[in-house]
């Protein structure tokens, strides 16, 4: 008995693992069919709550994009308007001297 409880509690482990893998390979198919049907929903659920982020990111990420390209383009026409006055005005300047 002494040699049983050895080879299960201490020692090299190998009597531990092939009773854990015995038990495993008893329960299996008994244990598997019934973790599907409850695993099942919940993949289910995470997987739409995943897309759900991902469809929401994406319209994020195109506001964020359409409100940085508005930006630039004013950005782009407050400059162009900038240099049009600072163009023009030194015409101005001249045509009034000369």
Do not use: C
């Amino acid at each position: 008995m002494a040699l049983l409880e050895d080879g299960i509690l201490g020692g090299n482990g190998l009597a531990t693992g092939l009773l854990v893998g015995l038990g495993a390979a008893v329960l299996a198919p008994v244990l598997f069919p019934a973790l599907a049907t409850v695993a099942k929903p919940v993949v289910k659920g995470a997987i739409k709550v995943g897309v759900t982020l991902y469809e929401k990111g994406n319209e994020a990420i195109a506001e964020v994009s359409e409100v940085f390209e508005d930006l630039i383009a004013e950005a782009k026409s407050e400059m162009a308007a900038s240099e049009t006055v600072a163009t023009a005005a030194p015409a101005a300047v001249k045509g009034s001297n000369g």
